[in-house]
Nanobody, 123 residues
Framework: QVQLVESGGGLVQPGGSLRLSCATS????????IAWFRQAPGKERERVSCLSNSDDSTTDADSVTGRFTISRDNAKRTYYLQMNSLEPEDTAVYYC????????????????WGQGTQVTVSS
């Protein structure tokens, strides 16, 4: 059994920063790609950032390139999404997801999901 628990969401003003955390438990997840997705009201869930399991390379959506950074702490079994220069368009529920064999944008490729954490960017 794998559990993913996100934290770190909240209300932030435009231009501000947040760091999301995804704490994992259960089986080792080192063999899988790790991704952060988000879903805004009325929109489809989209992949924001992904960390490859093969070479630790990262892939970011164009809308967040240069502002968001995905990382992990293997000792803590925790993954992070550092979000800087936040914009109102970043408002969404953010999910961590694990289980894909590569950095896929297809949500069906990810086996385990967290419960989501709300990020609201507003003045």
């Amino acid at each position: 059994q794998v559990q993913l628990v996100e934290s770190g969401g909240g209300l932030v003003q435009p231009g501000g920063s947040l760091r999301l955390s995804c704490a994992t438990s259960g089986k080792a997840l080192n063999y899988y790609a790790i991704a952060w997705f988000r879903q805004a009201p009325g929109k489809e869930r989209e992949r924001v950032s992904c960390l490859s399991n093969s070479d630790d390379s990262t892939t970011d959506a164009d809308s967040v390139t240069g502002r968001f950074t995905i990382s992990r702490d293997n000792a803590k079994r925790t993954y992070y999404l550092q979000m800087n220069s936040l914009e109102p368009e970043d408002t969404a529920v953010y999910y961590c997801a694990v289980g894909a064999l590569y950095c896929s944008i297809d949500i069906s490729h990810y086996v385990w999901w967290g419960q989501g954490t709300q990020v609201t960017v507003s003045s």
